[in-house]
């Protein structure tokens, strides 16, 4: 199956291309065509409504067009369709940060739809790396000059342990409103991450 790669409309400043592969399905979620073209990356589709900008002209790439007044965001639909379609394996580029953080806590909010239909999504932008896991495990090897954290994403996350890492956890209940898992390192070894019952946020990011 290939993997699917959604590229939103965030600007993103730094080599695109370099994590595209060739076999990757790429969708663009609305104005996040011109991330694509700026980078000189071909679409397979786009989809959004356009209600801030315009489709390409003269394309032969397909284009969706979304109607402005309904309830998903734009990125949250192409995340539909994602998973409509089968992909497994999703990374999204260009939905962190930007000027619309409210954009940015929805983008959150579709990774943990992702995560719910068993679909391994990753958003990354220059400085973090971002994935939910839901009832279940992660292990991330180590890397040097990073930190991690882990938030449950839900009221409550029960069962979590932190493993290989500075600063463990063993069967903790952690809660929407105590971030006791903030700024957690790496120590050289692969840290393993388990969540019994609920959803963790887990934010990879530079310690400088």
């Not at 994590?19 to 996040?32: E, L, Q, S, W």
């Not at 694509?36 to 786009?46: D, N, T, V, Y």
């Not at 995340?79 to 580029?93: H, K």
């Not at 973090?128 to 495990?137: A, R, T």
């Amino acid at each position: 199956m290939k993997r699917c790669v959604i590229i939103g409309a965030v600007d993103v400043d730094f080599p695109l291309e370099n994590m595209i592969k060739d076999t990757d399905f790429v969708i663009c979620a609305d104005k996040g065509w011109q991330n694509a073209e700026k980078h000189g990356i071909k679409p397979s589709l786009i989809i959004g409504d356009f209600d801030s900008s315009s489709p390409p002209e003269n394309s032969d790439i397909s284009v969706k067009v979304l109607p402005v007044i309904k309830d998903d965001t734009d990125t949250y639909y192409v995340a539909r369709y994602a998973i409509e379609n089968g992909f497994t394996d999703v990374l999204l580029r260009g939905v962190l940060g930007g000027k619309r953080i409210e954009h940015t806590i929805a983008n959150i909010q579709t990774l943990l739809f992702f995560s719910k239909n068993r679909v391994n999504a990753t958003a990354i932008d220059k400085y973090s790396q971002l994935m939910v896991v839901e009832n279940g495990k992660i292990s991330i090897p180590d890397i040097k000059g990073k930190f991690f954290s882990i938030f449950s994403i839900g009221e409550v996350a029960e069962g979590v342990s932190i493993k290989g890492a500075k600063y463990p956890l063993d069967n903790y209940t952690m809660t929407n409103y105590y971030p006791i898992g903030t700024s957690n390192e790496f120590i050289g070894e692969t840290v393993d991450i388990t969540v019994e019952k609920g959803s963790i946020l887990i934010v990879i990011t530079d310690k400088d």
